[in-house]
């Protein structure tokens, strides 16, 4: 296998974790307004926490397209 092909495979892998993230947060927001259809009280006491897990989410899928870029023009 050539490096050059080998470091477009790891790109490539190393990008599906900006896949997963968005699914995560998709999944992230769906069941927190599930939540709060099911309990509208309690919604405005959960919103931080909804906001630290899109901000941790969105980090990873930022650190996954980082990994690829430094795998793509980099080494």
Same mark, same amino acid.
């Given at each position: &296998?050539?490096? #050059?092909?080998?470091?477009?495979?790891?790109?490539? /892998?190393?990008?599906?974790? &900006?896949?997963?993230?968005?699914?995560? %947060?998709?999944?992230?927001?769906? =069941?927190?307004?599930?939540?709060?259809? *099911?309990?509208?009280?309690?919604?405005?006491?959960? *919103?931080?926490?909804?906001?630290?897990?899109?901000? %941790?989410? #969105?980090? =990873?899928?930022?650190?996954?397209? /980082? %990994?690829?870029? =430094? /795998?793509?023009?980099? %080494?």
């Amino acid at each position: &296998m050539d490096a #050059e092909a080998a470091k477009y495979i790891g790109a490539g /892998l190393a990008a599906i974790g &900006m896949g997963f993230a968005a699914i995560a %947060v998709g999944t992230l927001f769906a =069941l927190f307004l599930q939540g709060a259809l *099911r309990n509208p009280a309690a919604a405005d006491s959960q *919103r931080p926490n909804l906001i630290f897990g899109f901000a %941790v989410t #969105e980090a =990873l899928g930022i650190f996954a397209f /980082l %990994v690829a870029l =430094l /795998l793509l023009f980099a %080494v």
